[in-house]
């Protein structure tokens, strides 16, 4: 909600029943055929519990928007967690995403998460379950033209949160300072509150 009231943008509250969870009752749906009673019709009640809790979390997204004075939609669809979301993504300029589902996860960040970060066609901002005020932004810069698109992102995040920018360069070889001078000159046109830091080692240690 702060980056939509920062530019005025419109939210959308999306919410997907698992498919996996809904049709994974197939089998227990096959002994309620065969006439054991308690397992008969779970795959439409559990479509319908997905329905209510989803129907509940939009109702509660609307009125926190309202609260804000954001502009929002919701929406409701049945699909695998990941692809829903990607899919619904097709439509936006910005995916945002908690770190972990509802189930938890092992690692880093839920599996889930990690499949709409390799396939969305927009960006992904991952927030971690303890919400902090944004007041420093890190952006890993490698000179590459993905890294360009990245830093203009980066820019862009700095000033929704009205935070300081760090551009951060690994690189082992004597080109490292090269790339920061190039960096530099695309930052230079729209910021100078800047940091940039040439370290050496394993670019995702150092990040």
């Not at 227990?28 to 209510?52: I, K, T």
């Amino acid at each position: 909600m702060l980056i939509a009231e920062a530019r005025g943008a419109r939210l959308k509250g999306l919410f997907v029943m698992d498919q996996k969870v809904i049709h994974g009752h197939f089998y227990e749906d096959l002994a309620g055929a065969a006439g054991v009673a308690p397992f008969l019709g779970l795959e439409q009640q559990s479509r319908r519990a997905f329905a209510r809790i989803g129907k509940g979390l939009m109702a509660s997204f609307e009125k926190q928007c309202a609260a804000r004075k954001v502009a929002c939609e919701t929406l409701v669809v049945e699909d695998a967690v990941a692809n829903g979301i990607v899919t619904a993504a097709r439509k936006a300029d910005l995916v945002v995403l908690g770190q972990r589902g509802s189930r938890g996860a092992s690692g880093p960040i839920g599996s889930n998460v990690e499949r709409v970060v390799r396939h969305s066609p927009v960006p992904v901002l991952i927030v971690p379950h303890e919400f902090k005020s944004v007041r420093r932004v890190l952006v890993g810069y490698d000179g590459s033209i993905h890294g360009k698109d990245t830093l203009k992102m980066a820019l862009a995040a700095a000033s929704w949160f009205g935070g300081s920018l760090t551009v951060l360069h690994v690189s082992s070889d004597a080109d490292g300072e090269n790339v920061l001078a190039a960096a530099r000159k695309l930052v230079a046109k729209r910021r100078a509150d800047t940091d940039f830091v040439l370290d050496k080692g394993d670019p995702a240690s150092a990040l």
